[in-house]
């Protein structure tokens, strides 16, 4: 078997890349921390409400908060559940704002 020393080489990069990602990211400050998982929540409750429409909220929550503990596994020991359905709250607030103003995201998430 002949080993590829391109493939070695890319492996070695991906993998020295991820390791300083996340060493970046477990030395941020907690309140960085906090606003980064703010900002994906963003993202995860717009695609919730795609998955599964308006009026479903306790599901939505549950499926935001599996989608956080996989994303940032550190998350439970920082929060409480209540402390991150409030911040859920937050990124719902902004889906809506987006929704109204935003064509192109509501196309998206609606349909």
């Not at 996989?70 to 709250?89: A, E, M, N, R």
Request: proline residues 2%; hydrophobic residues 50%; charged residues 20%.
């Amino acid at each position: 078997m002949e080993i590829n020393v391109t493939t070695i080489l890319s492996i070695i990069v991906i993998v020295i890349a991820l390791v300083t990602i996340v060493i970046n990211f477990i030395n941020l400050p907690k309140a960085d921390k906090i606003k980064n998982v703010k900002e994906w929540l963003k993202w995860a409750v717009v695609e919730a409400e795609k998955a599964l429409g308006s009026g479903t909220g306790q599901i939505k929550l549950r499926m935001v908060y599996d989608m956080a503990i996989k994303q940032f596994p550190w998350l439970v020991q920082l929060i409480s559940f209540d402390t991150f359905s409030g911040w859920v709250d937050e990124a719902l607030i902004w889906m809506e704002e987006q929704l109204n103003k935003n064509k192109a995201i509501k196309d998206y998430t609606v349909g």
